[in-house]
Structure formats: structure tokens, C-alpha cells
């Protein structure tokens, strides 16, 4: 193996607005950054269709534009963009030992983790499909709530993430309809209160979505299971909202690195550093409040500087 081992000063891993920015600044200072992009290059605003909220765009752009626009702003400057993703790291000695796609060692002095979070899905094939279409399912109310202002959605969910989502909607659109799958919330109770005083946000317990339905392009309802009754009716939406949660990406650091219950990397506060020194965190791996592209490529910056200035301390 000790022939195939390849030494970097730098290595960022994930390719998201934090993995880009971080290299954007790695890259400028002198830190010659590999970026690997992961199993979804880009990240999550790859299947984002719009995105409004980005400064600099006052007409709006596409995810895959910004994304690509990010990578040639990093490659411009001399980051080495790769095809690959972490398989296995092993941070216990003093170098920081990565393994891309099981086959390649890398030695990197000091390491930036962007690898994200993944939304979860209910796994239909109706969803999956409006999904890829970016014609009417989204994991981000934040995000593309805008888009459906004065219209009637739909969301699934139970905890505070899909009551906070709820009410954001429901400043926006005409009619929220919130479907819980269980006979109780799971959020407390000042966040289930917030959402059932909402006059336009109706709440169905104990109802399972049985179908996304739409025109083949865009959503223009869902077809949910009264679980008490057995009943199956249809709900008139252009939108369908998933808040089930987020799984970071963070696998393959848990022997190493601190992490919380659900997964997301526990960084040192107001700093990007991890448990383990020269290793990094940015981004929606370490994120499960903001989970926006502006909050990842402030993170991303951050970790770019932190990493430099310990490079800098080691010389």
C-alpha cells in the first residue's frame, strides 16, 4: 500500500456551498486543497430547481448552475476537484489517514468535513418522482416556501423541525395541511401549541400520505390513509412538504470524532474545529438548525481559516 499512499496539505471532503467555499479560501491561501465531491456532487442543491435566496442572484438561479459556478470558482484558483468519496478514515496518530473509494490512501495534514446531511424521504415513488421533476416536493420550507406563497400545501411530520416548518408556511400560503402519522406529536409542546392555534394550518392525526398525485410535471395533491378509518381521500396542493428529518453524512467518523445522538459532528463553539486537531467540520454535517447554503459557505470559510492558521502554527 506504502506505493499508492498520496500526502495532502489539504483535503476537503464533500462538494457542497461549505466544501466549495472552504476550498475558494484554502485554495487562495497558498493551502493547495483536493476537494473529493462525494457520492452526490454538488450536494443537496443539485435537486434544488430555483434558488432565490442566494445574495448576489437577484434574479434568482439554478442549484446545478450555483454548484458549477462554485467549483470553477475553487478550480480557478488552483483546488484539485476530484470524482470519488471517503470510504474509511482512521485520525488516531498524528497524520490524518483517508481512504477514497477503498482503493486510495491519502496522508492529509489537516482535513475539512463537508459531507452534508441527507433529508429523509417517505420513500414513494410518487414523491421520489415530483422530487427529480422539481415540480412540487421539497425537504425545505425555508427554502422553497416562497414559491408556493398564496397556494395550498401539504407537510408530513411530527417534531419541532415540522412544526417550525408548518408555521413558516403558513405565513406564506393560503392553507397549510399538516399530516401526522401518529396519534401524538413528537415536538414539545410550545411548538404544538404555536402550530394548532394557526387558523390556516389543519392538523390530521394518525394519517399516512398514500400517494403524491400531479400532472405527470408538477404536484397537484396527495392522497392520504385516515389510519382510524381506513379511509383514503384526496388533498388539492401544488406543494408536498417532507420534515421527517436529516441523517448527516458522518458514517465513517463516529470512532473518531464526537458526535450527538442523531449523527451531526460536535464542533468546539464559535470555531469549525473538532475533538481531534488539524480535522475540521462544515457545513450541514455539524448543522441541524440553519441546514441553508449561505450558513454552509460561512462555515465553509471558517474551516478554511481555521485549518490555515493550524498549518501555519505547525511550520
Not at 454548484?67 to 482512521?90: C, N, P, S, Y
Not at 486510495?104 to 446531511?117: D, K, N
Not at 468546539?268 to 441541524?288: M, R
Request: aromatic share 8%; proline share 3%.
Amino acid at each position: 500500500m506504502s506505493d499508492t499512499i498520496e500526502r495532502i496539505k489539504c483535503l476537503i471532503i464533500g462538494s457542497g456551498p461549505a466544501g466549495y467555499t472552504a476550498a475558494i479560501y484554502a485554495a487562495r491561501a497558498n493551502m493547495k486543497p483536493v476537494l473529493y465531491q462525494g457520492m452526490q456532487p454538488g450536494g443537496q442543491l443539485t435537486t434544488t430547481n430555483e434558488v432565490e435566496n442566494w445574495p448576489g442572484n437577484p434574479e434568482g438561479i439554478t442549484g446545478p448552475e450555483m454548484m458549477i459556478g462554485l467549483q470553477a470558482q475553487a478550480e480557478r484558483f488552483g483546488t484539485d476537484v476530484r470524482d470519488g468519496w471517503a470510504t474509511k478514515v482512521d485520525f488516531s496518530g498524528g497524520v490524518h489517514r483517508v481512504w477514497i473509494n477503498d482503493q486510495i490512501e491519502l496522508h492529509c495534514e489537516s482535513v475539512i468535513i463537508s459531507t452534508g446531511a441527507s433529508a429523509k424521504y417517505l420513500g414513494l415513488s410518487s414523491e421520489q418522482h415530483y422530487l427529480q421533476m422539481g415540480g412540487g416536493v421539497s425537504a425545505c420550507a425555508v427554502c422553497d416556501g416562497f414559491f408556493y406563497r398564496n397556494q395550498e400545501v401539504v407537510i408530513v411530520g411530527a417534531g419541532d423541525s415540522a412544526c417550525e416548518e408548518a408555521h413558516y408556511l403558513s405565513k406564506l400560503c393560503k392553507k397549510v395541511t399538516m399530516l401526522v402519522r401518529s396519534e401524538k406529536f413528537r415536538a414539545s409542546k410550545i411548538m404544538e401549541e404555536r402550530v394548532r392555534k394557526t387558523e390556516n394550518i389543519t392538523i390530521l392525526m394518525n394519517h399516512d400520505t398514500v400517494e403524491v398525485l400531479g400532472d405527470g410535471q408538477v404536484v397537484t395533491g396527495v392522497r392520504a390513509l385516515n389510519k382510524t378509518t381506513a379511509e383514503t381521500f384526496d388533498i388539492e396542493a401544488t406543494g408536498f412538504f417532507v420534515a421527517i428529518g436529516h441523517k448527516p453524512n458522518t458514517d465513517i467518523f463516529k470512532d473518531f470524532l464526537n458526535l450527538d445522538e442523531t449523527g451531526y459532528i460536535i464542533g468546539i463553539p464559535g470555531t469549525s474545529k473538532t475533538n481531534v486537531e488539524g480535522v475540521f467540520v462544515a457545513g450541514d454535517a455539524a448543522d441541524h438548525v440553519y441546514r441553508q447554503a449561505i450558513t454552509a459557505a460561512g462555515t465553509g470559510c471558517m474551516a478554511a481559516l481555521d485549518a490555515e492558521r493550524y498549518l501555519a502554527a505547525k511550520e
